[in-house]
């Protein structure tokens, strides 16, 4: 889309700090990072949300987790993986991505 933020970081319109890549997926550090480490992960194709996904990326992301989080060198101590919807949800970005966020404690409930 061609107004879309995610989709102009994808085609590389947008710079951002990506830490991993494939053809179906690309790992980015968050702006804004609400913890020590914070990356999205972001399907390539544009889709608006967790409702809209097909159930071949969200399976595609969650057999990745475990490569990412490793990288990211997070996996042993433990992560979270956050997916905003909607006003109240906190979804600011209208194209699927999935929060990854771990080296700390991380507060519960998150609000
Ligand atoms: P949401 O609130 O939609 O769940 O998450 C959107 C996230 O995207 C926010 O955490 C925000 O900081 C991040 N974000 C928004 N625009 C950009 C950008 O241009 N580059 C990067 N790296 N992150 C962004
Ligand atoms: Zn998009």
Not at 1 to 9: A, L, T
Not at 17 to 43: Q, R, S, T
Not at 70 to 96: A, C, M, S, W
């Amino acid at each position: 889309m061609s107004d879309c933020v995610f989709c102009k970081i994808v085609s590389g319109e947008i710079p951002s700090n990506k830490v991993y890549e494939d053809d179906k997926i690309i790992v980015i550090n968050d702006l804004n990072p609400g913890a020590p480490v914070h990356v999205l992960i972001i399907p390539k194709e544009h889709t608006e949300s967790i409702l809209t996904a097909s159930a071949d990326i969200l399976v595609y992301i969650q057999s990745k987790l475990d490569e990412i989080t490793t990288k990211l060198g997070i996996k042993e101590k433990g992560f979270r993986v956050v997916i905003n919807y909607g006003k109240d949800g906190g979804q600011t970005v209208p194209h699927l991505h999935v929060h990854i966020l771990g080296g700390k404690v991380l507060g519960w409930p998150p609000c």
